[in-house]
Nanobody
Framework: QVQLVESGGGLVQPGGSLRLSCAASGIIFSIYSMGWYRQAPGKERELVATITSGGSTNYADSVKGRFTISRDNAKNTVYLQMNSLKPEDTAVYYC????????WGQGTQVTVSS
């Protein structure tokens, strides 16, 4: 059974930082591309960042220079370091695993507000 469990969300002030984690089980983590997506109220789910099995990364223009995606294959975990957070970053953040099949986590809420 595949499970992706996100953690690390919460309430943060503008300009602050958060680190999201996504722990995977039930897959051969090292061969999967991993990603973070987000969905704000009333909006479609959008790509935030991805990282391939080889470590190549890709970012949405809106987060370039502020967010960093990384992975630890020994811990079967992917991270999203989010700095200089803005109110428009408020959303539910979802972890995604892709290798032919696609798997999703349950999401973690990130709220950026003063």
């Amino acid at each position: 059974q595949v499970q992706l469990v996100e953690s690390g969300g919460g309430l943060v002030q503008p300009g602050g930082s958060l680190r999201l984690s996504c722990a995977a089980s039930g897959i051969i983590f090292s061969i999967y591309s991993m990603g973070w997506y987000r969905q704000a109220p009333g909006k479609e789910r959008e790509l935030v960042a991805t990282i391939t099995s080889g470590g190549s990364t890709n970012y949405a223009d809106s987060v370039k220079g502020r967010f960093t995606i990384s992975r630890d294959n020994a811990k079967n975990t992917v991270y999203l370091q989010m700095n200089s957070l803005k109110p428009e970053d408020t959303a539910v953040y979802y972890c995604n695993a892709f290798f032919g099949a696609v798997y999703w986590g349950q999401g973690t809420q990130v709220t950026v507000s003063s």
